[in-house]
C-alpha cells in the first residue's frame, strides 16, 4: 500500500520441525447463499459497482469525510480504509446499514502490519525469531485489537520475498526463503482469521503484494522486474500459495509490473494461477491507485481502459483511484466489460461479507468502551515481549562480553537510538503510540533498577554527530564500567518510500561507534534496523554486536534483559548479509553456475577482483551464549521413492557452560536435473533445548516434493538421482549426506 494512505516459548527439551505446505483448519467460505443472489437482484449497476470501491480517510490527503459518508448512504462505496476506533467505525457503518437503500454493511480495512495498537517486532524481525508459534500469536493480538476497534479486514500479512537488503519495504516481509516464508503466511494467515471468520476477534487477511513485488530493480519501490516464469513460481509464489491454502480470503495486487504487465492487469497470476490452480475464491483488491497506474505503466490508454483491463484481469476492487465507479457504468453498458464478469466481482465481494457475518452482526461488537479494555493488555505486552526477546539475533560475542555481569555499578548508553520511541517501534505502527514505548533507554532503566547507576549520552543523530557530541559520549564510556551502543536506522529510514544505496549507518554514527570503542571498556554494538546493514568494520571492531531489528512496543525491555542474561538470544538471520552493497544479491539459494566461487578465491571463478564472495554473516546465522557441536546428517535409508518420507537426524551437543537453544537447519539440493538448481534451499529447522553437556538429536522429514522442482512454468517434477542433504547451524556452515531418489516404474 502507498505511504500516502497511513502516516502513523520454546519449553526445555522441546523439538519443533516443520515440514512442507499443509492444509489448514481455516473455515472455507461458504457457497453463495440466498441473500447474496438476492442482494444482486436488487442491486442497480452503480450499487454493484459501488460494492467494489474501497476509498481511505485521511485528513489532506483523499476526498473528505463528508463526502465518503455521502457516497456510502448512496450506496456507491463499498470499503473503507484508514478508518480506526470504535466511535468512527460504528459511525460509519451505521451509514451503511442504517442510511443506504440496500443496507449493505462496510469493510473497514487497514494496515496492521506488525501489530495495532501493541507494537510486535516489524515483521522481518518477527521472521528473525524463526518462531512460528509466537508470529501466530502476535497476528491474534493484533487481530483481537483490530476487531475490538471496528476493524474487520486487514492488509496483512505481507509475504513479498526481498533478496535485496537496500529495498526498504523488505521491513514489512518474510526474508529470503521463500520456504520459511511459506510457514510464515499460514502461521499469520491462521493468527488473523482464525479458525471462524464469523467469531468477534477475528479479521479478514488480504495477503500482499501478490505479483513478485519484492523483486523491485535495483531495491528500488514500485520499478517492474523482468522474471522468468520459474524464478516466479520457485521464489515470490510460494509464501501465496501458502496464504491461500491456509485460507486467506483476500489477496492485493501488487503496484509493481513483471515481464511487462502490471500485476492488477496480470490475469494469468490472478485467474490462472491464483484462482484455477491454488483454489482460491475469496476478492482481490488491487493495491492504493494501482488501477490507475496500469495506465502510467503505459498498458493501457486512460482510466478507462486501465479499469477495463483490471476488471477482466480479476482485480474485483479498486482502491482508492475511483476507476471503478467513474468508468465501470460506461464499460458495462458498452459491453466492453460483462454483465456477469461485474455480477462475479460484486458476488465474491458481498459472499466474504456474509462468510465474515456482517449482514447479522455489522459493528461486531466493537464499543468504546471494549476497545478500551481491549488494547495494550498486560497479556498482549507479554506477548510482543516475548517475540521480540526471540527475534533479537547475537552476532558476535568475542571473550563474553555478554552477558554483561548481575552486579555492573555503572551501565553507559550512548547512541542516537537510545531514546527513539517511534524508531523503537519501526514503520508502520498503525495505531501504536511512541510515548508508551519501552526504549532502550527504559528498558535498562527498568532492568536496572536502583542497583546500577545508567548514563545516557545521544552522541548526536542518525543525521550526524558534531565533535562535541562524540566527546560526550567518550566521556560517558570512560566513566562506565560496561558500554551499550544504540546504533542504526530510524523508524523512517526504512519502509515504503526508503529505499537505499548506502547501508552504512546513516550519519556520522560509524565515527561515533570507533570513538567508544576506543576507550576500551565491555562494549555492546545495539543495532536498531529494519533491513540487513553493512556492519563489516564494525563487526571486526566490536568485541559484541547484537542486532535488534526494530522491536516495537516492548523492545527496550526485551533487549535490556537479554543484555544482563535474564533471556539468551535465539535469534536466527532471515536474510543474509553482505560484506559490501556490491556483493548484492547475496542470497543462500544462488544458482552456482559453471565456475562457482571458491574459498580461497580463484581467478576466472564467479567472484570480486576487490571483495570476497562469502557474505558477512549468513542467513540462519545467529549466536547464543553457549556452544554447540553438530554432527553430521544420518539418513534412515539410502534410498527414497515417491510417496516416502526419509528422515534427517542430526546430534547436537551443548560444549558451553549456559544452558541454550540449538537449532538445526536442513537444505537440500539435486545433484542432477533437467535445470540448474540453486547450491541449497531451506527445507526444514528444528530446535532443541541443550543443559551444558547434554546432547539431543533433532530428526527432520524430507520427502519427493522437497527436492522437485519447476521443470516448466506448469511442470513440477523431481529428476532421479542423487540428492545432497546438507545440515548445520546456518546455511554457511553445513555438512552433508546423499540420498538417492528413485522414480517408481509403472
Not at 480506526?84 to 454493511?105: F, M, W
Not at 531495491?219 to 491456509?246: C, H, N, Q
Not at 496500469?294 to 482510466?303: E, N, S
Request: charged fraction near 25%; aromatic fraction near 6%.
Amino acid at each position: 500500500m502507498d505511504a500516502l494512505a497511513l502516516l502513523r516459548p520454546l519449553g526445555a527439551a522441546a523439538l519443533v520441525a516443520f515440514a512442507p505446505l499443509a492444509a489448514s483448519a481455516q473455515t472455507k467460505p461458504a457457497e453463495s447463499g440466498g441473500r447474496v443472489e438476492e442482494l444482486l437482484s436488487k442491486m442497480t449497476l452503480e450499487e454493484k459497482i459501488g460494492q467494489l470501491n474501497m476509498v481511505s480517510i485521511v485528513p489532506n490527503v483523499e476526498p473528505g469525510y463528508d463526502r465518503i459518508v455521502k457516497g456510502i448512504a448512496a450506496g456507491s462505496v463499498g470499503s473503507v480504509y484508514n478508518v480506526h476506533g470504535a466511535d468512527d467505525t460504528r459511525a460509519l457503518q451505521k451509514e451503511a446499514v442504517e442510511n443506504s437503500r440496500l443496507k449493505i454493511p462496510l469493510f473497514l480495512a487497514l494496515d496492521v502490519i506488525h501489530g495495532y495498537r501493541t507494537i510486535f517486532p516489524t515483521p522481518l524481525a518477527q521472521a528473525a525469531s524463526w518462531d512460528l508459534a509466537a508470529m501466530e500469536k502476535a497476528e491474534r493480538v493484533a487481530a483481537r485489537e483490530a476487531a475490538a476497534s471496528g476493524i474487520n479486514m486487514i492488509f496483512a500479512p505481507m509475504l513479498d520475498v526481498s533478496r535485496d537488503p537496500r529495498w526498504g519495504r523488505g521491513v514489512e516481509g518474510i526474508g529470503e526463503s521463500a520456504w520459511l516464508g511459506a510457514r510464515i503466511a499460514e502461521a499469520r494467515v491462521r493468527g488473523l482469521q482464525g479458525s471462524n471468520l464469523k467469531d468477534r476477534g477475528n479479521v479478514v487477511s488480504c495477503a500482499k503484494h501478490f505479483g513478485a513485488n519484492g523483486a523491485a530493480s535495483g531495491g528500488r519501490d514500485y520499478t517492474a522486474s523482468d522474471l522468468s516464469d520459474r524464478a516466479v513460481r520457485e521464489i515470490y509464489m510460494p509464501p501465496f500459495e501458502a496464504a491461500a491454502k491456509a485460507g486467506a480470503r483476500c489477496f492485493m495486487a501488487a503496484l509493481n509490473a513483471n515481464d511487462g504487465v502490471p500485476s492488477a492487469a496480470n490475469s494469468h497470476l490472478i485467474e490462472e494461477v491464483l484462482r484455477r490452480d491454488w483454489g482460491f475464491d475469496g476478492i482481490v483488491t488491487s493495491d492504493f491507485l494501482a488501477v490507475n497506474e496500469i495506465a502510467y505503466h503505459g498498458v493501457a490508454a486512460d482510466q478507462a481502459d486501465a479499469s477495463r483491463i483490471a476488471i477482466n484481469a480479476g482485480t474485483d476492487v479498486d482502491m482508492e483511484s475511483q476507476a471503478y465507479v467513474k468508468r465501470l457504468p460506461d464499460l458495462v453498458r458498452s459491453g466492453a466489460v460483462s454483465t456477469a464478469r461485474l455480477d462475479q466481482a460484486v458476488r465474491r465481494v458481498l459472499r466474504l461479507k456474509d462468510d465474515l457475518g456482517l449482514f447479522d452482526d455489522p459493528y461486531r461488537g466493537a464499543t468504546p468502551e471494549g476497545e478500551t479494555a481491549a488494547l495494550l493488555t498486560k497479556a498482549n505486552r507479554d506477548a510482543a515481549q516475548d517475540i521480540a526477546e526471540k527475534s533479537l539475533v547475537l552476532l558476535k560475542n568475542e571473550g563474553e562480553v555478554l552477558p554483561f555481569a548481575r552486579d555492573v555499578k555503572r551501565v553507559g548508553l550512548v547512541g542516537p537510538l537510545a531514546e527513539g520511541q517511534a524508531d523503537t517501534l519501526g514503520p508502520w505502527a498503525a495505531r501504536g503510540v511512541p510515548t508508551e514505548t519501552s526504549t532502550l533507554a527504559r528498558g535498562l532503566a527498568e532492568r536496572l533498577g536502583s542497583s546500577a547507576e545508567l548514563t545516557v549520552t545521544a552522541g548526536g543523530s542518525t543525521f550526524g554527530s558534531s565533535d562535541d557530541e562524540i566527546a560526550a559520549a567518550v566521556e560517558t564510556a570512560r566513566r562506565s564500567d560496561v558500554v551499550v551502543l544504540a546504533v542504526g536506522e530510524r523508524f523512517n529510514q526504512s519502509g515504503e518510500a526508503a529505499s537505499r544505496a548506502d547501508l552504512g549507518l546513516p550519519g556520522d554514527q560509524e565515527r561515533l561507534v570507533r570513538a567508544v570503542l576506543a576507550v576500551g571498556k565491555p562494549t555492546a554494538v545495539v543495532v536498531f534496523a529494519g533491513r540487513p546493514l553493512v556492519l563489516t568494520d564494525i563487526a571486526v571492531r566490536a568485541k559484541a554486536l547484537l542486532y535488534a531489528w526494530q522491536p516495537g512496543t516492548m523492545g527496550g525491555l526485551a533487549i535490556a534483559r537479554t543484555l544482563m542474561g535474564d533471556v539468551a538470544p535465539v535469534g536466527r538471520l532471515p536474510m543474509t548479509f553482505p560484506r559490501a552493497v556490491g556483493q548484492i544479491p547475496t542470497t543462500h539459494d544462488q544458482r552456482p553456475g559453471g565456475r562457482p566461487p571458491e574459498t580461497p578465491e580463484k581467478p576466472y571463478t564467479s567472484s570480486y577482483s576487490d571483495e570476497g564472495h562469502a557474505p558477512l554473516y549468513a542467513f540462519g546465522y545467529g549466536l547464543t551464549y553457549t556452544s554447540f557441536h553438530y554432527g553430521p546428517p544420518k539418513l534412515d535409508r539410502d534410498t527414497i521413492k515417491d510417496g516416502e518420507t526419509a528422515k534427517v537426524s542430526v546430534s547436537i551437543r551443548n560444549v558451553g557452560e549456559r544452558p541454550g537453544v540449538a537449532m538445526a537447519q536442513l537444505y537440500l539440493r539435486p545433484e542432477v536435473a533437467a535445470v540448474s538448481q540453486p547450491a541449497k534451499v531451506l527445507r526444514g529447522f528444528g530446535r532443541v533445548e541443550l543443559a551444558p553437556g547434554e546432547t539431543k538429536t533433532v530428526t527432520l522429514p524430507v520427502s519427493v516434493a522437497d527436492f522437485s522442482y519447476w521443470r516448466t512454468a506448469s511442470d513440477f517434477v523431481a529428476t532421479p538421482g542423487p540428492i545432497k542433504i546438507m545440515t548445520g547451524p546456518n546455511a554457511g556452515d553445513t555438512q552433508d549426506a546423499t540420498l538417492a531418489y528413485r522414480k517408481l516404474r509403472r
